[in-house]
């Protein structure tokens, strides 16, 4: 999926969009594999990487493979209403490994509200149910209905299955 956001964000160059200058913010973990695809083939050199485990902030820091990534520990949708400012624009990619939670939603809101004209802002999440004989697929299916029956006229726990949970979620 990685690859796939690098070639579209470059296509956005003929565009007229200089994402070279964008200010990128995202989460990136130990390894930072998206902050070296975006510097290396999108160019952009502006970057912030938040993490909000602070067990592990050491290692991060020590992976940390470009100087010019600044590291932020803390809640990363706080800490980045705290940062966002009108003068730049900015490419936000939340890739959350867990399903789609309020926490999540509430960060869309948040963030979305506040981003400057022009800013780029990508949100992923794992969209998978769990195996239909797993006692966890019931879970989800009653979280989904709770997170979504209100905002999708006859939505039903019937009618919720890994190909609705996609189109919701995108």
Known sequence: ERKIFVEILTHLR???????NYHYMGLGAPYFIDFLL??????IKKMTSFEN????????KFNQPLSSIKIVSGDATDTMATLINDKEKYLIWLDYECT???EILDAVGILS????????FIVTVNAQL?????????????RYMELFSSKIPGLEEKNIT?????????
């Not at 003929?14 to 070279?20: P, Y």
Request: net charge negative.
């Open 14 to 20: 003929g565009l007229n969009c200089e994402i070279s």
């Open 38 to 43: 975006f510097h290396k083939h999108l160019y």
């Open 53 to 60: 485990d602070p067990g592990i902030i050491g290692r991060v």
């Open 100 to 102: 789609l939670n309020t």
């Open 113 to 120: 509200g506040i981003l400057p004209e022009g800013s780029i």
């Open 130 to 142: 769990p195996s239909s004989n797993s006692p966890q697929r019931e879970e989800e299916v009653q």
């Open 162 to 170: 890994p190909s609705t949970i996609k189109k919701i979620i995108c």
